[in-house]
């Protein structure tokens, strides 16, 4: 029963060093998207998947890169690290193939320091 | 472009009073609507959900919200708040239907006094 799984949980990386967030779910949903959350801003959505093979860009995507090979994985690039990008991560996925009018789920959270 | 408006990003209630959290949407298109919560240190969880039908939406923990078109709004109530309800609250709007954008707005978090 794990649902949506973020490895990793804590991360500090120097400025202009990359890394990956890793997002899995075990649900056979086909939306998967990125969201981070920083204070008094709410969750903006980075990048978003509707299906393998398919990406988009949400609101602030610059700085990221996503990937969508297979339904469970959805990794996050961070291309060249940017104390712009401390924040805490999300990754959330939703049933349907015509759009999610259905509910998010959302995986625990990834907390990223750049310093 | 859709947009959601969340009224005051603190609200204070004491233990046993009502519940009233402020959401306000904007969309060209009939929205659907969402209501999430997040404690501590751990990811968000879907509250209710409004898509079509009652307007009057009933969630878990005994929270309840009303999709008013008229009003452009869909407000977050429970009658009577207990000390776990302290958290933060967001609400959502996406426009469904081959479009895959859920945008949240910028949150309420909940204290409980005893």
């Known amino acids: 029963n794990a649902g949506v799984t973020q490895t990793p949980k804590f991360q500090v990386l120097k400025t202009g060093q990359s890394m990956t967030l890793q997002c899995a779910q075990d649900m056979n949903h086909e939306y998967m998207s990125w969201y981070r959350q920083d204070p008094g801003m709410g969750l903006r959505l980075i990048h978003y998947s509707v299906g393998a093979g398919i990406t988009d860009q949400g609101e602030v995507p610059n700085g990221y890169n996503v990937s969508r090979s297979t339904t469970e994985d959805f990794p996050l690039r961070l291309l060249s690290a940017a104390p712009s990008q401390t924040s805490v991560y999300f990754c959330a996925s939703s049933l349907g193939l015509a759009g999610p009018t259905g509910e998010l789920f959302f995986g625990e959270g990834s907390r990223l320091t750049v310093l | 472009a859709q947009s959601v408006t969340q009224l005051g990003s603190h609200v204070s209630v004491s233990e046993g009073a009502l519940v009233l959290l402020r959401c306000n949407y904007s969309?060209?298109?009939?929205?659907?609507l969402f209501w999430y919560v997040q404690y501590p240190n751990q990811g968000l969880q879907l509250l209710l959900k409004y898509t079509t039908g009652a307007t009057l939406v009933k969630g878990i923990n005994g929270f309840e919200a009303e999709f008013k078109k008229s009003e452009t709004s869909f407000h977050l109530t429970k009658p009577s708040a207990h000390m776990s309800d302290a958290a933060e609250y967001f609400c959502?709007?996406?426009?469904?239907?081959?479009?895959?954008?859920?945008?949240f707005g910028t949150g309420t978090r909940l204290k409980v006094l005893a």
């Open positions: 959502a709007v996406t426009q469904g239907g081959g479009t895959y954008k859920y945008i």
């Open positions: 969309s060209s298109v009939p929205p659907y």
